[in-house]
């Protein structure tokens, strides 16, 4: 099996087990809610990206355009080195 530095795994109450999948660079998810394939609305866009810096990798998760968490590993030691997560405002 390919081993990819992206993996997502979704759990969902219709499913016996996780689903799952790899990627490389970029991971997009839009998610709908309504009552069906036809009558749905747009309710998020989830994006997933990794990029090289150098010595670095840098992966980046983001909803809605708004960058939720950061990574950096040192591409050596593959030890996380720096961090930083959002402080998300409530909308409501």
């Known amino acids: ?3 990819y530095p992206i ?3 979704i759990t969902a109450c219709n ?8 990627s490389l660079e970029t991971s997009e998810q839009n998610i709908y809610v309504g009552t069906g394939p ?5 309710f998020a866009k989830i994006v997933t990206t990794k990029r090289n810096l150098g ?3 840098h992966f980046k998760i983001s909803m809605d355009n708004q960058v939720l968490k950061e990574f950096i590993m040192c591409n050596k030691t593959k030890e996380i080195i720096g961090k930083r997560l959002t402080k998300i405002v409530p909308a409501i």
Do not use: V
């Open 1 to 3: 099996m390919k081993s």
């Open 7 to 9: 993996w997502t795994q």
């Open 15 to 22: 499913y016996k087990s996780s689903k799952s999948f790899g």
């Open 38 to 42: 036809r009558n749905s609305n747009h």
């Open 55 to 57: 010595d670095n990798t």
